[in-house]
T-cell receptor, first 114, second 113 residues
Framework: ETGVTQTPRHLVMGMTNKKSLKCEQH?????MYWYKQSAKKPLELMFV???????ENNSVPSRFSPECPNSSHLFLHLHTLQPEDSALYLCASSQGIDRGNEQFFGPGTRLTVL | GENVEQHPSTLSVQEGDSAVIKCTYS??????FPWYKQELGKGSQLIID?????GEKKDQRIAVTLNKTAKHFSLHITETQPEDSAVYFCAASSQGGSEKLVFGKGTKLTVNP
């Protein structure tokens, strides 16, 4: 148990659906992250939020829309996804965004786009 | 930008043997190198990390070595146990104001009883 929870754990959606992934951290951290993990590819950073402000958008398509209402919650809104977006989406948090801050990961949401 | 290569992609060892996973990085300015263990359904957890001001760090059966000149770092697990079976990721922090870890592709370690 890392102190970072993600829901749902599994999600199957069609290309026309709209869904949201949720992440919550109980560690009192100020920074939160979304990563995409595809088979046989490195973990890819998608977004970084620090004190609810987005500090990184790693050239992510607009069909992925993050939301960070407070430092404890992070959402990833999904709409009109493509089959190649099927992957494990990991959320992480850290004390801050200074280099060397340990990141704590959630268990991930396994997303399948049909 | 930073690029991290990790080898091997799969590794199978007998219980009690040692396991070594190697990573190389491209950005000489990177100075933080964590290793994560990912178990199914449990998420990824930091198991050890090293900063560029040291060459080796050890924590019980796990050690990490760093060669800044050659730009590579390695994870060493001694006296492996079946519960060490997992996917291991190395990472390096690249330049920039935010924590922008770049990860390797992962190594699936299987420890056979």
């Amino acid at each position: 148990e890392t102190g970072v929870t993600q829901t749902p754990r599994h999600l199957v959606m069609g290309m026309t659906n709209k869904k949201s992934l949720k992440c919550e951290q109980h560690l009192g951290h100020n920074a939160m992250y979304w990563y995409k993990q595809s088979a046989k590819k490195p973990l890819e950073l998608m977004f970084v939020y620090n004190f609810k402000e987005q500090t990184e958008n790693n050239s992510v398509p607009s069909r992925f829309s993050p939301e960070c209402p407070n430092s404890s919650h992070l959402f990833l809104h999904l709409h009109t996804l493509q089959p190649e977006d099927s992957a494990l989406y990991l959320c992480a948090s850290s004390q801050g965004i200074d280099r060397g801050n340990e990141q704590f990961f959630g268990p991930g949401t396994r997303l399948t786009v049909l | 930008g930073e690029n991290v290569e990790q080898h091997p992609s799969t590794l199978s060892v007998q219980e009690g043997d040692s396991a070594v996973i190697k990573c190389t990085y491209s950005d000489s300015a990177s100075n933080y190198f964590p290793w994560y263990k990912q178990e199914l359904g449990k998420g990824s957890q930091l198991i050890i990390d090293i900063r560029s001001n040291v060459g080796e760090k050890k924590d019980q059966r796990i050690a990490v070595t760093l060669n800044k000149t050659a730009k590579h770092f390695s994870l060493h697990i001694t006296e492996t146990q079946p519960e060490d079976s997992a996917v291991y990721f190395c990472a390096a922090s690249s330049q920039g104001g935010s924590e922008k870890l770049v990860f390797g592709k992962g190594t699936k370690l299987t420890v056979n009883p």
